[in-house]
């Protein structure tokens, strides 16, 4: 099964840019969709296809996926946007999604 | 816009089963795939399996092989998800989730049910 890997935390001051990478082999021949999801609340996709943002997502957010790793990458970091990050391709050799572990970013 | 309404949070014993419901208003979910997720306390997000109710097929994951059933409604646009021969490794919140724009990725989550496993 492909596996997903995320560092479990990263941290930026409000104003700042954060990146949350997403591993995976060759992950870059992959669609990529990440979540947001904050404490008590069900998930939230905010970047679709490696990049594409849904209505009602703030053009902060923004997406990219290259050889081995994925990148969200989040301008302006706001307290707001303190949540756990989750990365998901479909793996096609099983014909399922795989979610990466999540990163929790925390805004100081 | 399609939302998903998930039952209430429910306390199970080691050993019983557990049927959530997960219903969409605004709309019918029978040409999508409804996916269930589980969340552990403190953990990640762990796909369980799918059901697309128009044709009545799932797919279940492997480690829930045997002891999850999904079911689905069209009538009242409602899915089921029942876990049985739970274990207190069962305490976690359920979610269902759609994909409207494609079978891919989720844009349409339920709120979560709790379910917690205690004797």
């Known amino acids: 099964s492909y596996v997903l890997t995320q560092p479990p935390s990263v941290s930026v001051a409000p104003g700042q840019t954060a990146r949350i990478a997403c591993g995976g082999n060759?992950?870059?021949?992959?669609?990529v969709h990440w979540y947001q999801q904050k404490p008590g609340q069900a998930p939230v996709l905010v970047i679709s296809y490696d990049s594409d943002r849904p209505s009602g997502i703030p053009e902060r957010f923004s997406g990219s996926n290259s050889g081995n790793a994925a990148t969200l990458t989040i301008n302006r970091v706001e307290a707001g946007d303190e949540a756990d990050y989750y990365c998901q391709v479909w793996d096609t050799s099983s014909d399922h999604p795989v979610f990466g572990g999540g990163t929790k970013l925390t805004v100081l | 816009q399609v939302q998903l309404v998930q039952s209430g949070a429910e306390v199970k014993k080691p050993g019983s089963s557990v049927k959530v419901s997960c219903k969409a208003s605004?709309?019918?979910?029978?040409?999508?795939?409804v996916t269930w997720v589980r969340q552990a306390p403190g953990q990640g997000l762990e796909w369980m399996g799918r059901i697309i109710p128009i044709f009545g097929s799932a797919n279940y994951a492997q480690k829930f092989q045997g002891r999850v059933t999904f079911t689905a409604d069209e009538f009242t646009s409602t899915a089921f998800m029942e876990l049985s021969s739970l274990r207190s490794e069962g305490t976690a919140v359920y979610y269902c989730a759609i994909g409207t724009r494609s079978l891919y990725y989720f844009d349409i989550w339920g709120q979560g049910t709790l379910v917690t496993v205690t004797s």
């Open positions: 060759n992950i870059g021949s992959e669609s």
């Open positions: 605004g709309g019918t979910f029978s040409s999508y795939a």
